[in-house]
């Protein structure tokens, strides 16, 4: 489009040139008189208004501006033949002058039913003799190219307002370290203000090598083919303190050229310092658990000497004692076939009497002193059941077993208790012919074994004092001992047996303390 259009007619005679030159520009053109009527009215604006040229040609009085205001007002043309003309701004964005042009762009409702941004520029006509004989506008639709702008606009505001918020350090960088972009944490953390550091060299900074040798050491490894994109470097505050930040750095890129650096760090200090705190508690834990144990060991071998010094005492003195009461039983008995008085003789019974009771204490004690002195171990159910019954020998009672693959952990003298329980079998029950040993499992993750023959079983009345110390017709202790040796690691025995048909034995083995072999 030019500035100029020189006439070789008067310039209400159109020639056939003129009009294809005007159709022939691309953007939306009208041109009017000196008197503001329509003279031209390109297919461009055509389209753009939806306004034809035989409707809009010879009309005047802002004709022209209906299209676009919806009502009869001048418009940018119409300043340059009338510059004193007063024209509504309240639609311009922008009014500049370039010589004899003018350039504005503005926002509309019109042509097209929705806000639209125009950009507008008019320019006068003249003729050969340099007389404006008209004026001439063109009009453009930058609607997209002003939406991308307002887009690009509010995308870079919103991420400033993100790099600024955020909760991790930002900073950017160019080529040369100088910093550009410093956001409010990366001032929070270092204690410099962006004014501060902004055109200064981030490293020399917060990361000086006099400081920090070791880092540089190792950024001068890991940068051989650019900046890692993920690394820990700590920085130096502005009080002189350090902290510890792992960053993740972008590379930003012009015409594929590196002209700088994004870094986004996250002070990990704290992290590090609770985790340095953790190990030192770790450390001196170990190291106390280590002392404990040489302590606990000690005290057991301590105990285990003292123990076996206590059993030995308690053997000699058992044996002292029972060789005594063998002395006294042996003239009891003398005394009792020599003396006819029967009240004398009685006495003498009652001594006797007392005296096995004596004896039986101390066999007691003998059996009771073993119990829990070595520590519980892992032991195969099946063995143990078979090694008690083999050292029995119940020729005459039949033996059933099914408890194959599962370990006890109890003390050592678990067999022995399995030991009283085939004992009193055979020994109070004549008519038993058969014993059987089976488990089954409970929903609480408990074990139960049991033991059962089909002899006589055992009174309602005795089921509560078979445990009891001293009850029963042998020595008393076997079913005693039973319960106190399984007690030691919480097992538990119970009779459930049907009296007159059958002795059933129950004993229940906590979650943890039975297992199932090679597991």
């Not at 939306?28 to 031209?40: C, H, L, N």
């Not at 995308?155 to 409010?184: K, P």
């Amino acid at each position: 489009m030019t500035e100029r259009i020189q006439a070789g007619t008067d310039f209400g005679q159109s020639s056939r040139q003129f009009t294809d030159i005007i159709n022939f520009l691309p953007d939306a053109t009208f041109v009017i008189d000196r008197t503001g009527t329509v003279i031209a009215w390109n297919s461009a604006i055509e389209e753009m208004t939806s306004v034809p040229a035989e409707q809009m040609l010879g009309c005047g009085d802002y004709a022209y501006a209906i299209p676009f205001y919806g009502l009869r007002r001048p418009v940018l043309i119409n300043l340059v033949l009338q510059p004193g003309d007063r024209i509504e701004n309240n639609h311009y964005h922008i009014i500049r002058q370039e010589g004899n042009l003018l350039i504005a762009e503005l926002d509309l409702p019109h042509p097209i039913g929705k806000s639209t941004h125009l950009w507008a520029k008019a320019s006068p006509l003249y003729d050969e003799q340099g007389t404006t004989i008209g004026a001439i506008e063109s009009i453009r639709d930058v609607t997209p190219h002003k939406q991308a702008q307002i887009a690009l606009e509010n995308a870079r505001e919103f991420a400033e307002t993100v790099i600024e918020t955020a909760n991790a350090i930002i900073v950017g960088h160019d080529t040369a370290g100088r910093i550009t972009l410093f956001n409010q944490a990366a001032e929070k953390t270092t204690g410099y203000t962006r004014a501060e550091l902004e055109g200064k060299n981030w490293f020399e900074v917060v990361v000086p090598r006099d400081r920090f040798s070791s880092v540089y050491e190792e950024l001068d490894h890991l940068t051989g083919d650019g900046i890692p994109k993920q690394l820990e470097i700590p920085l130096l505050t502005k009080t002189g303190d350090v902290r510890h930040i792992t960053w993740q750095n972008n590379e930003i890129r012009e015409q594929g050229t590196i002209v700088g650096t994004i870094s986004i760090g996250i002070d990990i200090t704290d992290r590090i310092t609770a985790e340095d705190e953790l190990k030192m508690l770790y450390t001196n834990l170990e190291q106390r658990i280590v002392e404990r144990t040489a302590d606990l060991r000690k005290t057991e071998e301590a105990y285990h000497r003292a123990n076996v010094k206590l059993n030995l005492l308690s053997s000699i003195t058992r044996h002292d004692i029972l060789n005594q009461l063998m002395v006294v039983s042996g003239f009891l008995e003398l005394a009792a076939k020599n003396v006819a008085d029967e009240q004398t003789r009685g006495h003498i019974q009652k001594a006797m009497h007392a005296s096995a009771a004596v004896e039986r204490h101390i066999v007691f004690t003998r059996l009771y002193q073993n119990i829990g002195v070595k520590a519980p171990q892992w032991q195969n159910l099946r063995t143990c059941a078979e090694k008690q019954i083999t050292d029995l020998r119940p020729e005459s009672v039949s033996v059933g077993m099914d408890i194959t693959g599962i370990e006890i952990f109890s003390d050592p003298l678990f067999e022995k208790g399995l030991y009283t329980l085939v004992d009193n079998t055979l020994r109070h029950s004549e008519t038993a012919t058969e014993i059987r040993l089976s488990c089954r499992h409970k929903d609480t993750g408990e074990l139960v074994l049991i033991y059962e023959d089909n002899g006589v079983g055992i009174p309602s009345e005795d089921k509560e004092h078979i445990f009891e110390r001293g009850f029963g017709k042998n020595t008393g202790f076997g079913l005693f001992l039973a319960r106190e040796i399984l007690a030691i690691t919480d097992i538990t025995i119970r009779e459930t047996g049907e009296p007159g048909n059958s002795a059933r034995f129950e004993i229940t083995v906590p979650p943890g303390a039975w297992r199932l072999q090679g597991a």
